[in-house]
């Protein structure tokens, strides 16, 4: 499979304390995604990069930020954590054209 | 604003028979769409594509078919099988980027 994977693969934090994920590719892909699963909601867009240092928003963006200093990397950040922020987070790669997103196999953050 | 929308949690069929996942949509932008599949503990997996120039792409056991005029596409799978069991999103994008992901059907293929 693609080379994405995800660091830490679980993690509990407290909250208010900022927690960084991150997210390595070996593919030399340009665009990495960051998304979040929750039930009901399935997987909703937080951020996205098209290239180094090159980033913008998706629909549930508040309370994130990311960075991309090198093209195989590509980084998460809640600035200050909160048990909405509870959930499985996801990196993706685009793949191949037809072949939709290649996703890295998570991390699930619990904030208490 | 859920653009994407999987009405049915759940799915239940018997090895051999076909499963239909349905999915609907609301923005007519929207010209990609994709089905991934879900294990427990593992990203989502890449199915299956359809372009809206389409309106059927078959791959295997798998075929995907979208009306455009109703805003809906639907996978079936023909025959299902006990490994076919996990969650299923449906995805849409105008061209393969922003994607958006309906909330998943969990399917159970019974031996």
């Known amino acids: 499979d693609a080379g994405i994977t995800q660091s830490p693969r679980h993690k509990v934090t407290e909250t208010g304390t900022p927690v960084t994920l991150r997210c390595h590719q070996t593919e030399n892909h340009r665009y990495m995604y960051w998304y979040r699963q929750d039930p009901g909601h399935g997987l909703r867009l937080i951020h996205y990069?098209?290239?180094?240092?090159?980033?913008d928003k998706g629909e549930v963006s508040d309370g994130y930020s990311v960075s991309r200093s090198k093209t195989e990397d590509f980084l998460l950040t809640l600035e200050s954590a909160t048990s909405s922020q509870t959930s499985v987070y996801f990196c993706?790669?685009?793949?191949?054209?037809?072949?939709?997103?290649?996703f890295g196999s998570g991390t699930r953050l619990t904030v208490v | 604003d859920q653009q994407v929308k999987q009405n049915s949690p759940s799915l239940s069929v018997q090895e051999g028979r076909i499963s239909i996942l349905n999915c609907d949509y609301t923005n007519s932008m929207f010209d990609y769409f994709l089905w991934y599949k879900k294990y427990p503990a593992e990203g989502p997996t890449f199915l299956i594509s359809?372009?809206?120039?389409?309106d059927k792409n078959e791959d295997g056991r798998f075929t995907v078919f979208l009306n455009k005029s109703a805003k809906h596409l639907s996978l079936h799978i023909v025959p299902s099988q006990p490994g076919d069991s996990a969650v299923y999103f449906c995805?849409?994008?105008?061209?393969?980027?922003?994607?958006?992901f309906g909330a998943g059907t969990r399917l159970t293929v019974k031996p």
């Open positions: 995805a849409a994008s105008e061209g393969n980027n922003d994607m958006r």
């Open positions: 359809i372009s809206s120039i389409k």
């Open positions: 990069s098209y290239g180094v240092k090159d980033t």
């Open positions: 993706a790669i685009m793949g191949r054209q037809g072949g939709g997103y290649t």
